[in-house]
């Protein structure tokens, strides 16, 4: 969460990646962990929302890249 609000653009893309990975881990792929917190695949979607509409391009691309991890289109 600190990487993603950071003012180094390369923090920031990095965040989106790490969320991508952990968005793509086994255990994160059921509907239960879909609750909003921390760790959740709705907090992931709306993290890499955020990331998507960065100003720096490498932060947008890799936002974009780490939501084709996501189980669903949400």
Do not use: W
């Not at 923090?11 to 989106?16: K, N, Q, V």
């Not at 968005?23 to 962990?33: D, I, K, T």
């Not at 960065?54 to 949400?74: F, G, M, N, Q, W």
Request: overall charge positive.
């Amino acid at each position: 969460h600190k990487l993603a609000h950071s003012k180094a653009a390369e923090a920031r893309a990095y965040a989106a990646r790490i969320v991508g990975q952990a968005a793509s881990l086994p255990e994160m792929r059921g509907a239960a962990n879909d609750s909003g917190q921390a760790g959740s695949l709705s907090y992931f979607a709306s993290l890499l929302t955020q990331l998507a509409a960065d100003p720096h391009p490498r932060v947008r691309l890799e936002a974009i890249v780490a939501c084709s991890y996501l189980p669903t289109a949400k």
